[in-house]
Nanobody, 122 residues
């Protein structure tokens, strides 16, 4: 069992940066791939970024490529999502997830955090 807790969300203006954190506890965090998803009101949960267990591989949704960076510190059992040049369309609840698969699909992840709200005003 892995427990995930996101933090770092907030209300910001377009163009600024935010860094989300995902603190993991329970089983060894380094055993799992990690991802960030987001869900806007009335929309399905969508993939944002994923990182392999050893940080050797990362992948991003086209909508955030070049603006967002996913990373992790296995020694601290923490994952991160650095979000730069935020846009109003980035407004959503952001969820971190962990699983044995490195996947674009939510079905590839077993463990989920409760989410953190990011609101970007224009």
């Amino acid at each position: 069992q892995v427990q995930l807790v996101e933090s770092g969300g907030g209300l910001v203006q377009a163009g600024v940066s935010l860094r989300l954190s995902c603190a993991a506890s329970g089983r060894t965090f380094s055993s799992y791939a990690m991802a960030w998803f987001r869900q806007a009101p009335g929309k399905e949960r969508e993939f944002v970024a994923a990182i392999s267990r050893s940080s050797g591989s990362t992948v991003y949704a086209d909508s955030v490529k070049g603006r967002f960076t996913i990373s992790r510190d296995n020694a601290k059992n923490t994952g991160y999502l650095q979000m730069n040049s935020l846009k109003p369309e980035d407004t959503a609840v952001y969820y971190c997830a962990a699983g044995s698969s490195y996947s674009y699909s939510p079905r590839g992840y077993v463990y989920w955090g409760q989410g953190t709200q990011v609101t970007v005003s224009s």
